[in-house]
């Protein structure tokens, strides 16, 4: 009589799954073609196509940090004349951090041989080799382009042949004598954990982008469900018309007032832009542009830059006293009170880092949702195709925000 063994095999289903019940189900599917980002991923070759915020200028020093971006590891740093770098993270010759590395004025010396890289990544100087590297010049360190603007630092890590002019914005340009622009490199929302320690969202940047489009959870989860985390207007149901607009999505959010109806307008850009007006529903054009940038396709984090007047509280600390729970901001509440007041962080993170797409069953609110992902994927499509996505040519290089509240 044969030994029966046991068989590693998957158990595969017969038969229908039965009505209501969860047996059978087959395990949800993600789509790779619009989350993943990491080199070489069709995504990630489509955002590496434009600029990305990777720091805030003034946190930008002679002390090396850590950045990882679009699924790479790299450093940034400012030399010693002022000139900010972003190099990858491993020297070029045996591969030792850079973040051990020693910033000076030419560049960034590593610690193992004392290899010297400019912030183009030239290598400068090589201390162990007769005249200091007689070859030097044949050996670069991965780098990529930054720009300052805003207050921030971006970086295009695409073809150099394709790199497009940074944008500008018209919300965050000609600044009046009691005016400034304040940064942030947080959370959009309060949640999750998310602080200056630990900038970094445990999801895909895509939920962020696509909640951005979904105006009926401010509804729901902002105003009835756990209570009125902005403000009062944002509970009554709007009527919401969607459409493109340059590159990117928008809607037109209609609420009858007691004495007046309100409109909003919010907006998303391509790659991840996002333009939300005011949740103090300050009247009048948005007033801030945020960035949510891929750490790589399981993590996210944002950067934003206001326009505010001068000698008031900063935007970013206000926001994250609207959204409390018995006097408590959301780092001070408890588990179970996370769990009868949920906000943006839970809806989002509970997804999974990338949601099981094919689990999903999309209605007519969801409209923008689809809408964006749909640009996303023809856009992505053109990339593969070898050509130049939505918002990269010389034309559409200076915005024109379109976001804001509006009462009549």
């Known amino acids: 009589m044969k030994e029966e063994r046991a068989t590693s095999q998957p158990i595969r289903f017969v038969g229908k799954r039965q009505q209501g019940g969860g047996y059978g189900k087959p395990p949800g599917q993600s789509d790779e073609f619009l989350t993943l980002v990491e080199p070489g991923t069709p995504c990630g070759e489509f955002m590496r196509r434009y600029w990305h915020p990777v720091g805030v200028s003034s946190k930008v020093t002679t002390d090396p940090k850590r950045v990882r971006i679009l699924g790479e590891n790299l450093i940034l740093f400012r030399d010693g004349q002022g000139k900010p770098g972003l190099l990858h993270e491993n020297c070029a010759h045996r591969g030792t951090s850079l973040y051990y590395g020693k910033v000076e004025d030419q560049g960034i010396r590593c610690c193992y041989h004392g290899w010297l890289f400019a912030v183009d990544g030239a290598c400068v100087e090589q201390p162990c080799e007769p005249g200091g590297g007689q070859h030097r010049d044949k050996c670069r360190q991965p780098w990529y382009p930054v720009q300052e ?63 951005v ?92 830059v206001a326009r505010v007047p001068k000698n008031e509280e900063p935007l970013y600390s206000r926001r994250s006293r ?41 209605a007519g609110s969801d409209k923008g949702l689809v809408m964006l992902r749909r640009l996303l994927a023809r856009q992505i499509r053109v990339v593969q ?15 024109s925000v379109k976001a804001g509240n509006f009462f009549e």
């Open 213 to 304: 489009m979904d105006p009926f959870h401010v509804v729901i989860l902002h105003s009835r469900f756990s209570g009125v985390q902005f403000r009062e207007q944002m509970a009554a149901m709007p009527t919401v018309e969607w459409e493109l607009c340059d590159h990117g999505v928008m809607y037109r959010s209609v609420r009858q007032a007691k004495d007046a109806q309100f409109t909003r307008i919010t907006q998303t850009l391509l790659p991840n832009v996002r333009i939300v007006p005011s949740i103090e529903l300050a009247p009048g054009q948005g007033r801030e542009v945020a960035w949510l940038v891929p750490v790589d396709s399981h993590h996210h984090r944002t950067f934003g």
């Open 322 to 362: 609207m959204a409390v729970f018995e006097g408590k901001t959301w780092s001070e509440m408890t588990e179970d009170e996370h769990r009868r007041f949920p906000g943006d962080y839970e809806a989002q993170s509970t997804q999974g880092s990338i949601p099981a797409h094919s689990d999903e069953h999309l």
């Open 385 to 399: 195709e070898g050509g130049d996505p939505e918002g990269t040519s010389r034309e559409q290089s200076r915005v």
């Open 149 to 211: 603007r805003y207050g921030l630092v971006f970086a295009y890590m695409g073809p150099l042949d394709s790199m497009p002019p940074l944008p500008t914005y018209d919300v965050l340009e000609g600044l009046g004598p009691d005016e400034e622009l304040q940064q942030e490199d947080q959370s959009f929302y309060i949640g999750g954990g998310v602080s200056q320690e630990n900038p970094v969202a445990p999801y895909s940047w895509l939920q962020n982008f696509e909640n």
